[in-house]
């Protein structure tokens, strides 16, 4: 069975820094693509970060350019999001899903999420 | 690209028929998705390729479009169905998503 599992929200102060982690499950990781998506309160959705799976090829929205890292360890399944320089509008669920073609595509599999306030 | 939907919301009934548009500023082919999202859960994908259903995603729901003008449309509304559906684009990075359109109960 597909599982992420997001970790490492919480309450931060503006101008702070935050790592989130999510561990995959049930699936070869190094073979696929990853993106962080999030979701501020009463907001849709946002994507964020994209890493792929073989040239490690990243890109970021324009919100985040310059303050968000994405990186992975494909020795512990596991995806990262540094965040650094906070704002309050980075206030928000933040979810990991699986890339369905790889190339930048579509959320297949999502974690449960983790919750991040910037206050 | 900016994906507007539309209606933002809707109200309706059990075994009503529900569609809900979605449309890119510029062409995207089919490279759209569907989602459905309930509050505290994390998004389901339902529609990808903007018409291929997701496995274990149920057969009420189905999707259509190219280009730029793209449809989800739930045949029969089922209980389980009231959430807010959010289109996605993936001709292009960003990767952006429409505002979300949520289905009420009526």
């Known amino acids: 069975e597909v599982q992420l599992v997001e970790s490492g929200g919480g309450l931060v102060q503006p101008g702070g820094s935050l790592r989130l982690s999510c561990v995959a499950s049930?699936?070869?990781?190094?073979?696929?693509?990853m993106n962080w998506v999030r979701q501020a309160p009463g907001k849709g959705l946002e994507w964020v970060s994209y890493?792929?799976?073989?040239?490690?090829?990243?890109y970021y929205a324009d919100s985040v350019k310059g303050r968000f890292t994405i990186s992975r360890d494909n020795a512990k399944n596991s995806l990262y999001l540094q965040m650094n320089s906070l704002r309050a509008e980075d206030t928000a669920v933040y979810y990991c899903?699986?890339?369905?073609?790889?190339?930048?595509?579509?959320?297949?599999?999502w974690g449960q999420g983790t919750l991040v306030t910037v206050s | 690209i900016q994906m507007t939907q539309s209606p933002s919301s809707v109200s309706a009934s059990v075994g009503d028929r529900v569609t809900i548009n979605c449309r890119a500023s510029?062409?995207?082919?089919?490279?759209l998705a569907w989602y459905q999202k309930k509050p505290g859960k994390a998004p389901k994908l339902l529609m990808y390729s903007a018409s291929n259903l997701q496995s274990g995603v149920p057969s009420r729901f189905s999707g259509s479009g190219s280009g730029t003008e793209f449809t989800l449309i739930i045949s029969s509304l089922q209980p389980e169905d009231f959430a807010t559906y959010f289109c996605q684009q993936a001709s292009n990075f960003p990767l952006t998503f429409g505002g979300g359109t949520k289905v009420e109960i009526k």
């Open positions: 890493i792929q799976y073989g040239t490690g090829t990243i």
């Open positions: 049930g699936f070869t990781f190094s073979s696929y693509s």
């Open positions: 510029q062409a995207i082919s089919n490279w």
């Open positions: 899903a699986r890339d369905y073609y790889g190339s930048g595509s579509f959320g297949d599999y």
